[in-house]
T-cell receptor, first 113, second 116 residues
Framework: KNEVEQSPQNLTAQEGEFITINCSYS?????LHWLQQHPGGGIVSLFM???GKKKHGRLIATINIQEKHSSLHITASHPRDSAVYIC???????????????FGQGTILTVHP | NAGVMQNPRHLVRRRGQEARLRCSPM?????VYWYRQLPEEGLKFMVY????????ESGMPKERFSAEFPKEGPSILRIQQVVRGDSAAYFC??????????????FGPGTRLLVL
């Protein structure tokens, strides 16, 4: 079992739909990251969370530390949101675990006009 | 303020040659991380460096791979005697040095290495 599991692996939506991508992890963490990667492109950091909820434009990220679960929501989805969304966790700090991220497999999101 | 820069963006090597990948962190950042994304696979941690020090290299293959982050200049990921299985996208990320444990990591555009 991977330390970081994302679901779904593939997600297709129509423009305007509300989208949710889930991430579950099995290790104690200090922070969780949501990243966006366009095909053949670089990686953009969307959020870093250690508790609660963050919002940036149409994107909302939540985390439940007790349940070891995070969600990324996209409201009023648009074709330009089509990308791979990746959840990554940083293990509890301690010695050499500093800075080391463990990644989920990613969710491929396609939004049709 | 320029972001994380990586060069080259694309690199083609023949089996047995050496590959050198460069990463210039954001201004003021003294922590650098290297990650590898193999075709059809997720990202994997390779190595974490601070200026002149390797902090964690637990994700780095034991042979042929090395990394450095000198006092002056970019961080270098070096792959000797490349094999086809080294073909991947290599991403560098940086974060500021701080007493706080966690800071957002800023990713570079990646270097796509193709080994023929």
């Amino acid at each position: 079992k991977n330390e970081v599991e994302q679901s779904p692996q593939n997600l297709t939506a129509q423009e305007g739909e509300f989208i949710t991508i889930n991430c579950s992890y099995s290790v104690g963490i200090s922070a969780l990251h949501w990243l966006q990667q366009h095909p053949g492109g670089g990686i953009v950091s969307l959020f870093m969370l250690s508790s609660g909820k963050k919002k940036h434009g149409r994107l909302i990220a939540t985390i439940n530390i007790q349940e070891k679960h995070s969600s990324l929501h996209i409201t009023a989805s648009h074709p330009r949101d089509s990308a791979v969304y990746i959840c990554a966790v940083g293990a509890n700090a301690g010695g050499t675990s500093y800075g080391k991220l463990t990644f989920g497999q990613g969710t491929i999101l396609t939004v049709h006009p | 303020n320029a972001g994380v820069m990586q060069n080259p963006r694309h690199l083609v090597r023949r089996r047995g040659q050496e590959a050198r990948l460069r990463c210039s962190p954001m201004k003021g950042h003294s922590h650098v991380y290297w990650y590898r994304q193999l075709p059809e696979e997720g990202l994997k941690f390779m190595v974490y460096l601070q200026k002149e020090n390797i902090i964690d290299e637990s994700g780095m293959p034991k042979e042929r791979f090395s990394a450095e982050f000198p006092k002056e200049g970019p961080s270098i990921l070096r792959i000797q005697q490349v094999v086809r299985g080294d073909s991947a996208a290599y991403f560098c990320a940086s974060s500021p040095g701080s007493l706080l444990i966690w800071k957002t990591q800023y990713f570079g555009p990646g270097t796509r290495l193709l080994v023929l």
